[in-house]
C-alpha cells in the first residue's frame, strides 16, 4: 500500500506562514515528482509548486516570492513553505506524486489533502 500523508495546514492571519509537508510510504522504488496543488471552493485545482527527482523546483507566478518547495529524499517528503500569506491562498492543498514502486509499476498518487485558512 503507497500513501501520501499530508500535515501542516490550518488557520493563520494575513501575512502570517505555514509550513506544509507530505511524506510518502509503501514499496516505493524512486520517487519522481513531488508537487503541491491546491483547490479553493469553485475554482479547479492548480498547480502550485513542484520538484522533480533532479532537485529541480518551480512554484506558480501567484505564489513568487512567497513560497518555497523543498524535498527531503531520505525522507520521502516534501514540504511547502508559505510565508506573507493572503486570503487568496485559502485553498485545500493536496500533495501528488509520481512514483516507481519496487514491483516496477508507475503510479501517480494524491493526498487526502490539508485545509488551509488564511483571514482576519
Known amino acids: 500500500q503507497v500513501q501520501l500523508v499530508e500535515s501542516g495546514g490550518g488557520s493563520v492571519q494575513p501575512g502570517g506562514s505555514l509550513r506544509l509537508s507530505c511524506a510518502a510510504s509503501g514499496s516505493i522504488f524512486s520517487i519522481n515528482n513531488m508537487d503541491w496543488y491546491r483547490q479553493a471552493p469553485g475554482k479547479e485545482r492548480e498547480l502550485v509548486a513542484a520538484?522533480?527527482?533532479?532537485?529541480?523546483?518551480a512554484v506558480a507566478d501567484s505564489v513568487k516570492g512567497r513560497f518555497t518547495i523543498s524535498r527531503d529524499s531520505a525522507k520521502n517528503t516534501v514540504y511547502l513553505q508559505m510565508n506573507s500569506l493572503k486570503p487568496e491562498d485559502t485553498a485545500v492543498y493536496y500533495c501528488?506524486?509520481?512514483?516507481?514502486?519496487?514491483?516496477?509499476?508507475?503510479?501517480?498518487?494524491w493526498g487526502q489533502g490539508t485545509q488551509v485558512t488564511v483571514s482576519s
Open positions: 501528488n506524486a509520481v512514483m516507481l514502486l519496487t514491483s516496477r509499476a508507475i503510479v501517480n498518487i
Open positions: 520538484s522533480t527527482g533532479r532537485s529541480s523546483t
